[in-house]
């Protein structure tokens, strides 16, 4: 089959377009899909560039679970396609089911989210003309939207699903969501809008009509004060959340912003990870700092839902081939897009 490896950390010479990589075929309890699409994500770039280790780590280049990587790798968490075939204990009724894959390789008791990995990481992705992924982790959906635009929701909508889930967001609450021209920001305003929550949201400039044409009730750039620009839309009321997956020098001012028992959550700092705060604002008001990774089995299937009924919006940017991929990853970096960018192999 046609695949994308990473031979190994570093940067776009680790990826290699093949075209005679050995078909996957799935094990007990698997399932094997024909690829119709799979979309990119932070977590692409960050494990080809080993980014996700902590301080402590000294540099030293870590995946997903801060844990070396085994290479070569698929990556490509986003996958929508069809199921080909089936192993072992998978009733063949499932051959020919359209799916959307749940990339999270739970582990453990309960939700299985702590050291869960994820697909494209700790196994094979979708960056291949076919993936083998567990039988429970494929979806069956029913929607007219096409593959690519599918593939576009997976990791961003389920890690905003979660974030306000987290966060308890309620309807008649408002709440800020950094990044919101972005791939979890723009889940992030239509989940929240879909609970009847009122939506501020913080992008570069140039895309607020964008946001405001997914729901946004209320739209700052970036580039202002943040302070007085949030007050000045807020006209006297507080926040009640900050959904945040920025980070960065502003995470102190978004402390500030909100009312006495409001509520923080964080699930990214593409901005940076190691910030200042001052801790009084945190415990003289009652805030709650509260940190979310990825999404839950019950939250993928709500995901689901809110798809085949119509209420998302599927915000595909562009498209590329499989060997295109690495020029891809660079449009990706250079953050010159709005919604998702996604690879048809």
């Known amino acids: 089959m046609r695949a994308l490896l990473l031979k190994g950390h570093g940067g776009p010479e680790q990826l290699e377009y093949r075209e005679d990589v050995p078909d996957p075929t799935p094990a007990a309890g698997e399932v094997l899909i024909r690829v119709g699409a799979a979309a990119l994500n932070n977590t692409d770039i960050w494990t080809r560039e080993g980014a996700y280790g902590a301080e402590r780590d000294h540099g030293a280049p870590r995946g997903w679970r801060s844990e070396p990587l085994s290479f070569p790798r698929i990556q490509g968490a986003d996958i929508a396609g069809r199921i080909e075939a089936v192993g072992p204990d998978v009733t063949r009724d499932r051959i020919g089911e359209r799916v959307l894959v749940d990339n999270a ?4 008791e309960g939700e299985g989210l702590l050291d869960a990995g994820i697909i494209g990481s700790e196994r094979d992705g979708g960056f291949a003309e076919l993936v083998t992924v567990p039988a429970e982790n494929a979806h069956k959906i029913q929607s007219d939207l096409s593959d690519a635009e599918l593939a576009s ?14 966060a308890r967001v309620a309807a008649g609450e408002t709440v800020l969501v950094t990044g919101a021209s972005g791939g979890v920001g723009t889940g992030l305003v239509q989940l929240a809008k879909i609970r009847g929550a009122t939506v501020i949201g913080i992008v570069g400039r140039g895309k ?16 202002e004060d943040l302070d007085s620009a949030v007050e000045n839309e807020l006209a006297g009321a507080r926040l009640d959340v900050v959904a945040d997956v920025v980070g960065g020098e502003h995470v102190r001012t978004l402390l500030e912003l909100l009312r006495p028992g409001g509520r923080y959550v964080v699930a990214g700092a593409i901005a940076g990870p190691l910030v200042t705060v001052d801790l009084r604002t945190i415990y003289l008001r009652q805030l709650e700092v509260v940190g979310s990774t990825m999404g839950n089995r019950d939250e993928f299937g709500a995901l ?8 998302l919006r599927p915000l595909v940017w562009g498209t590329y081939p499989l060997a295109e991929l690495g020029r891809a990853q660079a449009h990706f970096g250079s953050k010159s897009f709005f919604g998702k960018l996604v690879v048809i192999p």
């Open 105 to 108: 390789l739970y582990a453990g």
């Open 153 to 166: 929701f997976p990791t961003a909508y389920v890690t905003a699903e979660r974030m306000l889930n987290r």
């Open 208 to 223: 607020e009509e964008l946001v405001s044409g997914i729901g946004a009730d209320a739209v700052v750039t970036r580039d």
């Open 304 to 311: 689901v839902r809110h798809i085949e009924s119509g209420r």
